[in-house]
C-alpha cells in the first residue's frame, strides 16, 4: 500500500514537473486541481493552510507546496519522492540546454512557445484564486484584510512582509475578539543528508555552499534570484552577468521551480557534477524546511491564536495570487493575440473544465501557428 501511494506521489508530481510553467501561482493553481479537486487527498481549507505557512519560510513555495502534499499523501518518503518528481523534468531539460548553449554558444529558439503559454496559465490561476478565495474568506473582516493586502502588493510592498503583518494583525484583531487563547508545543526534527561523494573537491564544494546559501535566505521571484546569484557568482568572476541573465531565461521558460537556473549554472561552472550539486545545495533547505515544518500544520491550526494568524495569512496569500495574476495580466494580455489566447483559455478553463495541462498545451499551440503566421 505504500509503495502503491508513492508512485502515486511521483507519477502526479513528476506530470506536474513536465508541465508546471508560469511560476510559483500557476504551479500552486495546477496543484490545487490535481490534488484536492480530482484526487482529493486533502481538504482545500488545509491546503490553504499549507500555502499560507510555506509563503512564511524561504525558498521555492511551490516547490515546496510538492514536498508537502507528498507527506500529506505517503509520509517522509512522500516528502521526498514528490519534491525530487518535481523538481526533475526541470533538471533535465536544464541540463541538456546547459550543455547545447556551452556547446554552440546561444539558446534554442522557444519563444513562439512560450508566447502562448504565459497567456494560457492567466486563466488556471483565475480559476484557483476563484477557489481558494470563496474558502479563505471566513468572513467580512478577513475580506476586508485581502483587499488591504492586495493594494498594498499592488503598491510594492513586499510579499513576505505583507503575509506577515496579515498574520500578525489579523491574530491579534481576532484574539482581542474572542478573548480566548491556546497553546502549542513544538518538537522539531531535523534530517541531515550526506553528499560527500559528490563534494569531492574545492571547486564543487564552494558551487555547493553558494547554492546552498541562497537556498537557505531566498525569499521572493526570480528577479530576487538573479540579484542573489549576481552578488554571488557575477561580483566574484565566476560568471559574466549576460550569462547569468541566460541561465535565469532558461529557468523562466522551462517547466517547474525557476530555481533550475541553478543546474544551468552548476553546468557551466564545473560541468554535470556541478550541475549536480548546484542543484541539490539550492533545494536541500527547503525539504528540511518542509520536513520540520509539516508536522506543526495541523497543531497551529487546533490553537485559537495560530488558527487566527493561518486564517489571515491565508486570505493574504490568496490577494498576493491575485496581485501576481493582475501584474502578469499587464505584462502579458499586450495585443490580440495573446488576448485571444487568454480568452479561449478562460474558456476552456471555466466552461469546458479542461485539465490545466491541456490548457497549457492548447495556448502554447496556438502561440506557435500564431507567432508562425505573424513572420
Same mark, same amino acid.
Given at each position: 500500500?505504500?509503495?502503491?501511494?508513492?508512485? #502515486?506521489?511521483?507519477?502526479?508530481?513528476?506530470?506536474?514537473?513536465?508541465?508546471?510553467?508560469?511560476?510559483?501561482?500557476?504551479?500552486?493553481?495546477?496543484? #490545487?486541481?490535481?490534488?484536492?479537486?480530482?484526487?482529493?487527498?486533502?481538504?482545500? =481549507?488545509?491546503?490553504? =493552510?499549507?500555502?499560507?505557512?510555506?509563503?512564511?519560510?524561504?525558498?521555492?513555495?511551490?516547490?515546496?507546496?510538492?514536498?508537502?502534499?507528498?507527506?500529506?499523501r505517503a509520509g517522509k518518503k512522500g516528502l521526498f519522492v514528490a519534491g525530487v518528481a518535481f523538481i526533475l523534468p526541470a533538471t533535465i531539460i536544464t541540463s541538456i540546454l546547459a550543455y547545447l548553449y556551452v556547446k554552440y554558444g546561444e539558446l534554442p529558439e522557444v519563444l513562439p512557445f512560450i508566447y502562448g503559454i504565459k497567456?494560457?496559465?492567466?486563466?488556471?490561476?483565475?480559476?484557483?484564486?476563484?477557489?481558494?478565495?470563496?474558502?479563505?474568506?471566513?468572513?467580512?473582516?478577513?475580506?476586508?484584510?485581502?483587499i488591504i493586502v492586495l493594494l498594498s502588493c499592488l503598491l510594492g510592498l513586499n510579499e513576505v512582509v505583507a503575509l506577515l503583518a496579515a498574520g500578525v494583525f489579523g491574530m491579534s484583531y481576532f484574539y482581542l475578539k474572542s478573548k480566548r487563547q491556546d497553546t502549542i508545543n513544538i518538537s522539531p526534527l531535523v534530517t541531515l543528508?550526506?553528499?560527500?561523494?559528490?563534494?569531492?573537491? #574545492?571547486?564543487?564544494?564552494?558551487?555547493?555552499?553558494?547554492?546552498?546559501?541562497?537556498?537557505?535566505?531566498?525569499?521572493?521571484?526570480?528577479?530576487?534570484?538573479?540579484?542573489?546569484?549576481?552578488?554571488?557568482?557575477?561580483?566574484?568572476?565566476?560568471?559574466?552577468?549576460? #550569462?547569468?541573465? =541566460?541561465?535565469?531565461?532558461?529557468?523562466?521558460?522551462?517547466?517547474?521551480?525557476?530555481?533550475?537556473?541553478?543546474?544551468?549554472?552548476?553546468?557551466?561552472?564545473?560541468?554535470?557534477?556541478?550541475?549536480?550539486?548546484?542543484?541539490?545545495?539550492?533545494?536541500?533547505?527547503?525539504?528540511?524546511?518542509?520536513?520540520?515544518?509539516?508536522?506543526?500544520?495541523?497543531?497551529?491550526?487546533?490553537?485559537?491564536?495560530?488558527?487566527?494568524?493561518? =486564517?489571515?495569512?491565508?486570505?493574504?496569500?490568496?490577494?498576493?495570487?491575485?496581485?501576481?495574476?493582475?501584474?502578469?495580466?499587464?505584462?502579458?494580455?499586450?495585443?490580440?493575440?495573446?488576448?485571444?489566447?487568454?480568452?479561449?483559455?478562460?474558456?476552456?478553463?471555466?466552461?469546458?473544465?479542461?485539465?490545466?495541462?491541456?490548457?497549457?498545451?492548447?495556448?502554447?499551440?496556438?502561440?506557435?501557428?500564431?507567432?508562425?503566421?505573424?513572420?
Amino acid at each position: 500500500m505504500k509503495n502503491k501511494k508513492l508512485n #502515486e506521489v511521483a507519477y502526479v508530481f513528476f506530470k506536474l514537473g513536465c508541465f508546471a510553467f508560469g511560476g510559483p501561482a500557476a504551479h500552486i493553481a495546477m496543484m #490545487e486541481e490535481e490534488i484536492v479537486e480530482k484526487r482529493k487527498w486533502m481538504t482545500r =481549507d488545509y491546503f490553504l =493552510d499549507l500555502i499560507g505557512t510555506t509563503n512564511l519560510i524561504p525558498g521555492p513555495n511551490s516547490t515546496e507546496m510538492t514536498m508537502h502534499c507528498g507527506y500529506e499523501r505517503a509520509g517522509k518518503k512522500g516528502l521526498f519522492v514528490a519534491g525530487v518528481a518535481f523538481i526533475l523534468p526541470a533538471t533535465i531539460i536544464t541540463s541538456i540546454l546547459a550543455y547545447l548553449y556551452v556547446k554552440y554558444g546561444e539558446l534554442p529558439e522557444v519563444l513562439p512557445f512560450i508566447y502562448g503559454i504565459k497567456p494560457a496559465v492567466l486563466a488556471i490561476i483565475a480559476s484557483a484564486i476563484l477557489k481558494l478565495g470563496k474558502k479563505a474568506t471566513k468572513s467580512t473582516e478577513l475580506a476586508v484584510l485581502g483587499i488591504i493586502v492586495l493594494l498594498s502588493c499592488l503598491l510594492g510592498l513586499n510579499e513576505v512582509v505583507a503575509l506577515l503583518a496579515a498574520g500578525v494583525f489579523g491574530m491579534s484583531y481576532f484574539y482581542l475578539k474572542s478573548k480566548r487563547q491556546d497553546t502549542i508545543n513544538i518538537s522539531p526534527l531535523v534530517t541531515l543528508l550526506g553528499l560527500h561523494s559528490l563534494i569531492s573537491n #574545492e571547486s564543487t564544494l564552494k558551487i555547493f555552499l553558494i547554492f546552498l546559501k541562497v537556498g537557505a535566505i531566498l525569499y521572493g521571484s526570480g528577479y530576487v534570484l538573479f540579484a542573489y546569484l549576481d552578488a554571488e557568482l557575477v561580483s566574484n568572476g565566476l560568471m559574466s552577468r549576460s #550569462e547569468l541573465i =541566460d541561465a535565469i531565461a532558461i529557468g523562466q521558460f522551462t517547466p517547474g521551480p525557476v530555481l533550475s537556473t541553478s543546474t544551468f549554472i552548476g553546468y557551466q561552472l564545473s560541468g554535470f557534477t556541478g550541475a549536480i550539486v548546484a542543484t541539490i545545495g539550492i533545494f536541500l533547505p527547503s525539504f528540511l524546511f518542509v520536513l520540520i515544518l509539516n508536522p506543526f500544520v495541523p497543531k497551529m491550526r487546533k490553537s485559537k491564536m495560530l488558527g487566527y494568524f493561518l =486564517d489571515s495569512v491565508n486570505i493574504a496569500a490568496v490577494a498576493v495570487m491575485l496581485a501576481v495574476l493582475i501584474i502578469m495580466a499587464k505584462e502579458t494580455l499586450l495585443n490580440w493575440s495573446t488576448i485571444l489566447i487568454a480568452i479561449v483559455s478562460a474558456l476552456l478553463t471555466f466552461k469546458a473544465k479542461i485539465s490545466p495541462v491541456w490548457i497549457i498545451l492548447i495556448g502554447a499551440s496556438i502561440g506557435f501557428i500564431l507567432v508562425s503566421i505573424s513572420k
